[in-house]
C-alpha cells in the first residue's frame, strides 16, 4: 500500500507564492502518474494539475501559467509550484499519486491565500 503525505501549504499573502510537496513511503513502487486537487470551504474537490507518466502536464484553467506540476522520480515525490496567489485559491490541497493501477490520495494540507 502506498502512503502520500502532502506538506507544504500555509499562509500567504497574496502575490505570493508556495511549493507543496507530495511524498510517498511504504511499499512504493514508480509513481505513473499523478494529480494535485483542492477543495475550497463549501464547495466541491476541484482537479488542479496532473502529470503523466511521461511527464506531460494538464492544468485547469483557473491556474494555468501560475502553477507548475513537475516531479522528482528518484525521490517518488510530487511537486506543485504556486506562483501570483490569489485569495481564491485558499483549499485544501490534496494529492493523488497512481502506482501500479492503485489510486491513492493524502491527507491534504492547507492553503489560505489572505488579501
Known amino acids: 500500500q502506498v502512503h502520500v503525505v502532502e506538506?507544504?501549504?500555509g499562509?500567504?499573502?497574496a502575490g505570493?507564492?508556495?511549493?507543496?510537496?507530495?511524498a510517498t513511503s511504504g511499499r512504493t513502487f514508480r509513481i505513473n502518474s499523478a494529480a494535485w486537487h483542492r477543495q475550497a470551504p463549501g464547495k466541491e474537490r476541484e482537479w488542479v494539475a496532473g502529470i503523466t507518466s511521461g511527464d506531460s502536464t494538464n492544468y485547469a484553467a483557473s491556474?494555468?501559467?501560475?502553477?507548475?506540476?513537475s516531479r522528482d522520480n528518484a525521490k517518488n515525490t510530487v511537486y506543485l509550484q504556486m506562483n501570483s496567489l490569489k485569495p481564491e485559491d485558499t483549499a485544501v490541497y490534496y494529492c493523488s499519486v497512481v502506482s501500479l493501477g492503485v489510486n491513492s490520495?493524502?491527507?491534504?494540507t492547507q492553503v489560505?491565500?489572505?488579501?
Open 63 to 69: 491556474v494555468k501559467d501560475r502553477f507548475t506540476i
Open 11 to 13: 499562509l500567504v499573502q
Open 112 to 115: 489560505t491565500v489572505s488579501s
Open 105 to 108: 490520495w493524502g491527507q491534504g
Open 7 to 9: 506538506s507544504g501549504g
Open 16 to 22: 505570493g507564492s508556495l511549493r507543496l510537496s507530495c
